[in-house]
């Protein structure tokens, strides 16, 4: 199978089709057809398209994997295929995939009188919440557990509820149980309800992904990989200093990750915004990675620890043909281990870009890539790209300017 995918990003479009036909992993689905798209939102009028594309080379928890992602930045799908090989064997784990959803109480007159008549009532509340979850029990989810919280100054008091959704996102359900148990919790504290629903921060939705990487990976040169190592550990250390850098670090896994949860019509808005408040857990903004280089062992490890809340039924999911395609060249995955496969990429991705930045640079990968897409504004044809981006490579300038004028030159001939 490896041998079918050697230099991939070389073969024509029509080629790689052809290889995941070959493997019956492919299946051309045209545009999303106007009356599907038009039941997912208000005033549809045509679609937006982003190109999606495979990740190669990953292998997680000792299974290779094609990874689907949809983006329209260069070099992503590129830089996440090129972490991988480095990378080798990817181990990650979710021990726990829950919602959690939110009844907030204001203008509550005790604070603390309302906590304890809320604990001693918890009981009552989750039989409630179950009634609402019936389905979701019987494939062996629903309400997990309720805990409280008071703001004593501002006079809030809060109910927050965990939900195991399964392989659903399982919003619309939270939130119906949330406006059910509503009313009894307000006569529990004789206060009124000022909110009920989910909480994007998915604190029990946290994937963990390690990796455990020989030096000479990174460089025949055993001094020079001991040197990037050591680099790699050193700048995502800095990026947990300074929030300016921490911003720029955690992006570029976001980059990865997006383009997964997109692919598979997940809500990348919800994954995104987990993400950066769990990066704030602490109070300062830090990076999602971390990286550490053992002299000893003479190996780069490295590990992320993020929320990532996605499913794999329900929602636009269960109506988009290329989300489901994409679903099936993974195999069809649970949410939990489509939660883990989007942390590995994620972690290939900072490391690509980590190590990028700590050695040659970033811009070589990235404008070697732009390269493609000036020649494409300059109105090369498909058979022009490839001549056009080597002579902007060989000259060095990589600018619109030059791409034009390198085309004129090149149809001039």
């Known amino acids: 199978m490896d041998n079918l995918f050697y230099k991939f990003y070389n073969k024509t479009i029509s080629e790689r089709r052809d290889v995941l036909k070959s493997l019956n992993l492919f299946e051309e689905i045209k545009n999303l057809n106007e009356e599907t798209a038009n039941q997912m939102i208000e005033n549809y009028l045509q679609n937006y398209q982003i190109p999606l594309g495979i990740a190669m080379n990953f292998e997680i928890n000792d299974e290779k994997i094609l990874i689907p992602m949809a983006i329209e930045e260069p070099s992503v799908v590129a830089a996440a295929s090129n972490g991988a090989k480095f990378l080798g064997n990817i181990k990650t784990e979710m021990i726990e995939k829950a919602v959690i959803g939110q009844i907030v109480l204001y203008d509550v007159k005790d604070v603390n009188s309302a906590l304890v008549k809320l604990k001693e009532n918890e009981e009552e509340l989750i039989e409630m919440a179950k009634e609402k979850s019936q389905n979701m029990i019987k494939r ?20 927050y509820l965990s939900v195991d959704t399964c392989d659903a996102m399982g919003a619309n359900t939270i939130n119906t149980i949330l406006e059910y148990i509503s009313e009894r919790v307000c ?46 550990e050193l700048a995502t250390n800095y990026a947990n200093l300074d929030p ?30 987990a993400a950066h408040t769990y990066a704030s857990i602490t109070g300062h903004y830090k990076s999602l990675t971390s990286w550490l280089y053992d002299e000893e062992k003479e190996e780069l490890i490295g590990n992320i620890e993020i929320p990532v809340p996605v499913a794999t039924l329900g929602g636009t999911i269960s ?4 989300a489901n395609w994409s679903l099936n060249l993974m195999k069809n995955p649970s949410s939990k281990k489509l939660a883990g496969i989007i942390a590995a990429v994620g972690l290939a991705q900072n490391f690509s870009a980590v190590k990028a930045i700590v050695t040659e640079g970033i811009q070589k990968g990235h404008m070697s890539l732009h390269a493609k897409t000036l020649a494409k504004q300059a109105g090369a044809s498909e058979s022009e790209i490839d001549e056009v981006v080597k002579q902007l490579k060989y000259k060095g300038k990589i600018n619109i300017d030059e791409a034009i004028l390198t085309l004129n030159n090149l149809r001039n001939k």
């Open 319 to 322: 109506i988009h043909e290329i």
């Open 244 to 273: 300016y850098r921490a911003s720029t670090h955690n992006k570029g896994i976001m980059n990865g990750i997006d383009a997964v949860v997109l692919a598979t019509g997940n809500d990348w808005r919800a994954v995104e915004a």
């Open 187 to 232: 006569e529990i504290v004789n206060a009124d309800y000022i909110l009920r629903i989910i909480s994007n921060n998915a604190t029990e939705s946290i994937v963990r992904a390690t990796v455990n990487i020989p030096i000479l990976r990174l460089n025949k040169d055993v001094e020079i990989a001991k040197n990037t190592a050591k680099k790699i």
């Open 140 to 159: 062996g989810g629903g309400p997990k557990k309720i805990w409280f919280k008071g703001f004593e100054n501002e006079k809030f008091v809060t109910l």
